[in-house]
């Protein structure tokens, strides 16, 4: 890899302080542009692919990438010119903020005059214009860069623009991130055989609306190198788990460096993308087991289960009580947390109380006279605007019968899989997810499916191929439905994990768990 001995620290950083800055480190900055360069020039003629280098960073703020790739190749310069040269197409910035490209200009002049190269302005290479939004009749070698992260949901001025563009009519997809149009519209810049390299955050691999960008990925590169940090390297942006990945432009099946926590393996990029074009970046012999797993399971989770939420109340202040109330019995029901689901058992007594007020039941005077104090908090919700339910009512209450009947109950969140089993009243918050049998031709046994939900092999699966934030699994209701089941036709089979899991619920045991987890692995 090469090496970056110029010392550039943004100073720069801390003055700006905008709403969506967020800087890149210099380790990381030159790790991503090592891995850039050390493709672009390991083959061909060096000398004349220096000199007509193209590199554009989409959303280059203060210059961090611009600075650090232009010393470089100053640097550089002189092993194949006999002096340092500098030439103006080596590198090209946008930014929407003035102020910006403004301090990027003084760095790249200032580096520059290190190396006592006349002054040049940078007027024609650093543009403040949203990048996005420009068509480019010049193609890259290279596109680098740290775009902005933002979901729509609390940005929809971001989009609008872009939604309404030829370009964004293209790329756009509902909840999706405004950084996707940055790595697609870095795909349609870069030359063939160009390489992109990005820090980003690491959701998109499997994020449900993520769809059209993984799609155009996989239709237009070759991952190179990707590196899940799967932690924030950013001060500013503590919650967030980044990666740094570079493909390039072909179509060429390519060997594929991955780095996380478990491994640092060459795997072949075709094997990085599921059936349903998700990315998993997991060894060669855990990406063989999965692809071999998805050929023999049978059926999908939502195939034969429904799989729902448990309640929003809308205002927890005003339904949920710490303790039971005679005079509202009727309305009250036990009330569960995700931290009384337990492995394979849930918590024998609830610890909270809820007012079951559901759009079909009748509210009595005294209630009403109860819930008084939050009516104008409670009006305030959209579904009592738009008169779906009466501003006493529950927010999404849900059916009765998914809190009275058989049921396996799981935590929406956490760093392990537990699943429970329930015949009795549970009612439970948001963080809970209900899963039912449906109706179906088969006669299915819920505690076969409750063993394989809370086995290693399920975890495994989930862990790489479902949704994860961090290290905590997201057992969230679409990805839970796409998971892949095992469920044999041979009877003995079916009761032999049967038996087990009754005896986990009755007495947990490390033994019966190793022998339910051997059961799955075998039959697969």
């Known amino acids: 890899m090469y090496k970056f001995g110029y010392d550039i620290s943004d100073k720069y950083e801390t003055e700006l302080g905008k709403k969506f800055s967020v800087y890149t480190p210099q380790e990381i900055t030159r790790k991503m542009l090592a891995i850039s360069f050390y493709k672009y020039f390991k083959d061909g003629d060096r000398k004349e692919k220096l000199k007509n280098l193209k590199l554009i960073d989409l959303s280059c703020g203060t210059g961090n990438f611009l600075v650090e790739s232009l010393n470089f190749l100053i640097k550089i310069s002189k092993i194949y010119f006999g002096e340092y040269k500098f030439f103006s197409n080596w590198i090209t910035g946008y930014d929407i903020d003035k102020d910006s490209i403004d301090i990027a200009k003084i760095r790249l002049k200032k580096i520059l005059k290190s190396y006592n190269i006349n002054d040049y302005s940078f007027e024609k290479e650093l543009n403040i214009e949203n990048s996005l939004l420009k068509t480019f009749e010049v193609n890259y070698d290279i596109v680098v860069g740290n775009p902005p992260y933002l979901g729509e949901k609390n940005n929809r001025e971001f989009f609008i623009d872009i939604k309404n563009s030829e370009f964004g009519k293209k790329y756009y997809e509902g909840k999706m991130d405004y950084l996707y149009f940055f790595i697609e519209k870095g795909i349609e810049i870069l030359k063939k055989n160009g390489i992109l390299t990005y820090i980003t955050t690491n959701y998109w691999f499997t994020a449900d609306y993520a769809k059209k960008l993984r799609a155009t990925v996989k239709a237009n590169s070759q991952f190179y190198y990707i590196e899940d940090l799967n932690k924030s390297v950013f001060k500013r942006a503590l919650g967030q788990h980044n990666m740094i990945f570079s493909l390039i432009k072909m179509d060429k099946t390519i060997k594929t460096r991955v780095i ?12 990085l993308y599921t059936d349903n074009c998700k990315i998993v970046t997991a060894s060669n012999e855990k990406l063989i087991f999965f692809n071999k797993m998805n050929k023999k399971c049978n059926f999908k989770l939502g195939d034969i289960l ?24 009727k309305y009250l029901k036990p009330f569960y947390k995700s931290k009384d689901i337990l492995n394979y058992k849930i918590k024998d007594k609830n610890d909270f109380w809820i007012l079951y007020l559901d759009k079909n039941i009748e509210v009595d005077s005294e209630l009403l006279k ?3 104090p939050f009516k104008e908090r409670l009006e305030k919700r959209r579904e009592v605007k738009n ?5 006493y009512n529950l927010q999404w209450g849900r059916k009765k019968e998914i809190f009275e009947n058989e049921k396996i109950v799981g935590r929406q969140r956490g760093s392990k899989n537990l699943f429970s089993y329930s015949n009795s009243s549970f009612y439970g918050s948001a963080d809970i997810y209900y899963l039912t049998l449906k109706q179906t031709i088969y006669e299915l046994n819920l505690f076969y499916i409750l063993g394989y939900l809370n086995s290693k092999m399920f975890f495994d699966w989930f862990y790489y191929n479902g ?3 961090g290290q905590d699994l997201e057992l969230y209701s679409t990805p839970l439905k796409s998971t892949p089941i095992y469920y044999p036709d041979n009877l003995e089979k079916i009761e032999y994990i049967s038996k087990l899991v009754k005896e986990q619920i009755e007495n947990y045991t490390q033994e019966n768990q190793e022998k339910i987890d051997k059961f799955f692995r075998w039959e697969i």
């Open 467 to 469: 949704k994860k934030k």
């Open 387 to 391: 008169g779906l339910i009466n501003w």
């Open 306 to 329: 429904n799989i729902n939420q448990g309640i929003v109340s809308g205002y927890d202040k005003a339904f949920v009580r710490e303790n039971f109330e005679e005079r509202f019995s």
């Open 260 to 271: 996380n926590d478990e491994i640092d393996e060459f795997i072949n990029s075709n094997l």
């Open 370 to 372: 109860e819930l008084l």
